[in-house]
């Protein structure tokens, strides 16, 4: 996924639907849980 936690606000708003806020406290549960991996590109699926 092209999108990180360094992407604006109003682009997550746009895609998801949610604030970044949410969307970083999502991001961060999953890598935590070793779901995802943060690359130079984004965010990839383990």
Known sequence: MAVS???SPEMIKA???IS??????AIG???RKKII???S???RLV
């Open 5 to 7: 936690d360094k992407t």
């Open 15 to 17: 895609m998801f639907g």
């Open 20 to 25: 970044k806020k949410n969307f970083k406290k």
């Open 29 to 31: 549960g999953l890598y």
């Open 37 to 39: 991996l943060f690359e």
């Open 41 to 43: 590109d984004g965010i």
